[in-house]
């Protein structure tokens, strides 16, 4: 039996690494059993560093270690991806914290609560202008001044890189015993470009000699926030979400060609599980989302609390009752359900009033349609999708313009509590999707002989 682990791109692996741990932690042996990693931009950094450390291990593998390990590699990705991209940050990071630090106003729940946060607005504002703008930004100027005439990228990649060449130092493809597929998107052919270091093809013995590094970069080089990557033969190479930010079925296609078996008595297919992780926009951003508009975007992609974005369009004189009436509370919610689409027609000045919501199609809309793929030809015994509902927008937001990492994300703690005060629609759903999940893992993961190696 295969088993195939796969991450999307995008921010999602830095959570899924988290729910990982407690999959070990409930079933061990849980990643001592996975023969094949897929990955895409971010997802194949950590199906990289995870196949790194799973071949330096060799038969003897700690996963609770290698796992605390990927963890920490995985928050200083996040942190040194801020830290390149603090070269833009002066003017939209203060407009940032100050929108921010006035959201926190409509957060109170009484009338004096929020006059004193009113009356500590100035400084909030300049504090955290100061905090997220200026601060070491300086020597970045000409960059930004550069990015913002649309002459350059919003990052350079040079802190990224210089964390994955001391993470993956010189090892290649080749060096990995651990199979490894990266989705990447190649602009001479404007083709998917799919990195493997199993087969026997051409494709293959090319693939074996580039470095990690430049596999990671590859994969990673999303246009306007780093440079089209040209690797080891100057091709040009693009984030491999072009492609397949859902790398599932890509990783099913090469096992199916390369890895499996095939036998005249046995079905191909029914030798293979699949765990895909991914994540899904929280059903509070998405409304706020199509709502649109520049006020709208901005407390979409700052403010924290889901009742405060909610309030932000309310009447003052309904707060009072928005908090103290749980029926009325609940209506509120159910009117602003899909508010802002339906039947409209929309125009171009509708559209680029909702910056994120191109974003969202390209991430989601591929990735729902392998899901159903990969769902058609496995079946739910042999393949499971887990998505949990996050603050995408304003999650990669803030980390590209305010240089906050995804390190306390709470979503995985969410997930796994037992019960959760005044729980949101998301709460929810994502609790029943992770019981979901670890029963399938309980009932399919394990079956016959440990993976391929």
């Not at 964390?163 to 080749?174: D, I, K, M, Q, V």
């Not at 693939?207 to 780093?226: F, I, Q």
Request: hydrophobic share 45%.
């Amino acid at each position: 039996m295969l088993n195939i682990l796969a991450f999307d791109g995008g921010p999602g692996p830095l959570v899924q690494i988290r729910m990982i741990q407690q999959i070990e932690l409930r079933h061990p042996g849980f990643l001592a059993r996975v023969g094949l990693l897929a990955g895409t931009s971010d997802g194949a950094i950590m199906s990289l560093y995870l196949a790194l450390l799973l071949t330096q291990a060799g038969d003897q593998v700690d996963a609770p270690t290698i796992i605390a390990r990927s963890i920490t590699f995985s928050d200083a990705y996040s942190k040194a991806l801020c830290r390149d991209l603090q070269r833009v940050s002066p003017a939209i990071g203060w407009l940032g914290g100050a929108v921010q630090s006035m959201a926190t106003v409509a957060d109170e729940s009484t009338p004096v609560a929020r006059l004193k946060a009113a009356l500590r607005l100035p400084g909030a504002v300049l504090k955290r202008g100061w905090q997220v703008s200026w601060m070491g930004a300086g020597a970045d100027m000409w960059n930004m001044r550069e990015f913002f005439r649309g002459k350059t990228p919003i990052d350079q990649g040079s802190e990224l890189e210089r964390l994955l060449r001391e993470a993956f130092g010189t090892n290649t493809l080749g060096d990995l015993t651990r199979k490894v597929t990266i989705v990447s998107y190649d602009t001479a052919e404007w083709s998917p470009r799919i990195y493997r270091n199993f087969g026997s093809d051409e494709d293959r013995a090319r693939d074996l000699a580039l470095t990690l590094v430049d596999v990671a970069m590859s994969s990673s080089a999303l246009p306007l926030l780093l440079p089209i990557f040209g690797g080891q033969n100057d091709r040009g190479y693009l984030d491999g979400v072009f492609a397949a930010n859902n790398p599932a079925m890509s990783a099913l296609s090469m096992a199916l060609r390369h890895l499996v078996p095939w036998q005249s008595d046995r079905n191909p297919l029914e030798q293979v599980t699949l765990l895909s992780l991914g994540v899904a926009q929280s059903a509070e951003e998405a409304n706020l989302e199509r709502k649109g508009g520049l006020w709208a975007t901005l407390v979409l992609l700052l403010v924290q609390d889901s009742d405060t974005r909610i309030l932000t369009f309310r009447k003052d004189v309904d707060r009072d009752r928005y908090w103290t009436d749980p029926a009325y509370r609940a209506e509120v919610r159910l009117k602003l359900k899909w508010k802002g689409i339906g039947q409209q027609a929309w125009g171009w000045f509708d559209l680029l009033q909702r910056p994120t919501f191109f974003l969202n199609m390209l991430l989601h809309g591929m990735n729902e349609e392998v899901n159903r793929q990969c769902t058609r030809l496995l079946r739910e015994e042999r393949y499971h999708r887990f998505k949990p509902r996050i603050h995408l927008a304003r999650s990669m937001f803030r980390m590209i313009f305010m240089r906050a990492g995804m390190e306390k994300d709470p979503t995985v703690d969410r997930c796994l509590a037992p019960k959760l005060d005044s729980p949101t629609v998301d709460d929810d759903v994502n609790r029943g999707r992770t019981k979901k999940m670890l029963a399938w893992i309980a009932a399919h993961w394990f079956e016959d002989a440990p993976t391929v190696g």
